[in-house]
C-alpha cells in the first residue's frame, strides 16, 4: 500500500481552481518532490494532505487513512514543517520541542530522550538553551523539522523548507533531509520550486503548473525524454535559427525570447556543423552554451515557459482575481 495515495483530488475557492484533478502515489520511504513554481497548487495540495483544508472533489489517503473521514488518524501519522515560521521565539529550542511533545501526550521520559535525540540529529544540541529568536534562519528550519518529528510520524510534509535561505545553508538542510529519510526511513513529500534541490533529493517528483500535474517520474528518467545534451545559442535572429531544417539527431528546436534551444545526442560532435549551418546562412549568433539538461527544462518543455515566467504570470493571475473581486 502507498503510504500517500491520491486520486482526482480538487480544490475550488469561490470559483478560481486551486488545485484540478491531481493523481499520484508516493511509496514508503520515499521522498517524493512536487515541483512548480508559487502558486501552482503545491502548499494548497500540502494543506489538503495534512487535513487543514478539505477538498472539494477528488479522494487521498495517507497511511491508508481517509483525509476526510479519518483526520485524527492522519495527523498522527504524520510531521509537518510550514512555509511560514511557526516556532515561539520567546522560548528555546528545548521548550519549543517539550512544548509539542506535551501537545501530543508524549511520556516525560520518553519526551526528554527524543527530544535529545532529534536537537542531535540536527546539531542544534549545544544551543538548545539558547532563545529561538537568536537563531539563524537555517537553524530555525532545522528546529522545526526536529519538532515535526517527536511524535516519531511516518510520513513528513516539508512546504519549501529551504524557502529564503542561503545555498550554504541549503545546503547543509539538504544533508539533514537526506540524513532523517536515511536514518529513519521516514517517507518525505517536498515541496519546492529550487528544481537542484529536487534533483538532489528526490527518489520521483511531479510537476505542477496552473492546479495540473504535466509530468511526473525519476528526475533521470524526467531529463532523458526531453534528449540528450541541450544547445542554447543566443541570436539576433532566433527565428532563422528556428527555421533551419532539422538533423536526424536533433530531438527538438525551441525559440525562448532571444535564445534558441536545440535538444540533441553527442552535442560536442555536432556543434561544428551547427555553427557552420548558422554562418552560411548569415545569421550572427552572440553566444553559445553547451549543458546536460536540467529540471528546468523539462518544465520548460512541458510548458514552453521558464519557472520564474510562471511565477510572474501566476502573480498577475492572482492580481486581477482579487481586482475582479472588488468589482
Not at 117 to 139: F, I, P
Not at 203 to 209: H, K, L, N
Not at 239 to 252: E, F, H, Q, R
Not at 289 to 313: C, M, N, Q, W
Request: glycine share 10%; charged share 25%; aromatic share 6%.
Amino acid at each position: 500500500m502507498p503510504a500517500i495515495d491520491v486520486h482526482n483530488l480538487t480544490k475550488s475557492f469561490d470559483g478560481l481552481v486551486a488545485v484540478d484533478g491531481i493523481s499520484f502515489a508516493i511509496e514508503s520511504g520515499e521522498i517524493f518532490g512536487l515541483l512548480g513554481p508559487n502558486g501552482a497548487g503545491k502548499t494548497t495540495t500540502i494543506s489538503m494532505l495534512s487535513t487543514m483544508q478539505r477538498p472539494t472533489s477528488g479522494t487521498a489517503t495517507v497511511n491508508g487513512h481517509d483525509i476526510v473521514t479519518e483526520e485524527d488518524s492522519v495527523r498522527k501519522s504524520i510531521g509537518i514543517v510550514f512555509q511560514d515560521q511557526s516556532l515561539d521565539e520567546e522560548l528555546t529550542a528545548y521548550e519549543n520541542m517539550d512544548f509539542h511533545g506535551r501537545l501530543y501526550r508524549i511520556g516525560g521520559e520518553t519526551r526528554r530522550q527524543r527530544i535529545g535525540e532529534l536537537l542531535t540529529l540536527v546539531g542544534l544540541d549545544d544551543r538548545k538553551d539558547d532563545l529561538v529568536k537568536t537563531y539563524s534562519g537555517g537553524m530555525r528550519r532545522r528546529l522545526e523539522i526536529a519538532r515535526g518529528l517527536l511524535h516519531e510520524p511516518t510520513v513528513l510534509f516539508l512546504d519549501e523548507p529551504t524557502l529564503g535561505l542561503d545555498p550554504q545553508t541549503r545546503n547543509h538542510l539538504w544533508e539533514y533531509i537526506e540524513r532523517l529519510n536515511n536514518d529513519k526511513g521516514i517517507t518525505i513529500i517536498l515541496t519546492t520550486h529550487y528544481m537542484e534541490e529536487a534533483d538532489r533529493l528526490c527518489d520521483r517528483v511531479a510537476f505542477i503548473d496552473r492546479g495540473t500535474i504535466i509530468a511526473q517520474g525519476t528526475p533521470a528518467n524526467l531529463k532523458a525524454s526531453i534528449g540528450g545534451d541541450v544547445i542554447t545559442i543566443a541570436s539576433p535572429d532566433p527565428d532563422a535559427i528556428t527555421g533551419l531544417p532539422n538533423a536526424p539527431w536533433v530531438s527538438g528546436i525551441e525559440q525562448h525570447d532571444d535564445s534558441v534551444i536545440i535538444r540533441l545526442q553527442d552535442a560536442d560532435r555536432q556543434i561544428p556543423g551547427i555553427v557552420t549551418a548558422i554562418h552560411q546562412k548569415g545569421i550572427g549568433i552572440t553566444s553559445l552554451s553547451v549543458r546536460k539538461p536540467t529540471l528546468e527544462d523539462v518544465f520548460l518543455h512541458y510548458t514552453g515557459r521558464t519557472i520564474r515566467e510562471e511565477e510572474a504570470s501566476g502573480k498577475e493571475a492572482m492580481r486581477m482575481f482579487h481586482r475582479a473581486g472588488r468589482r
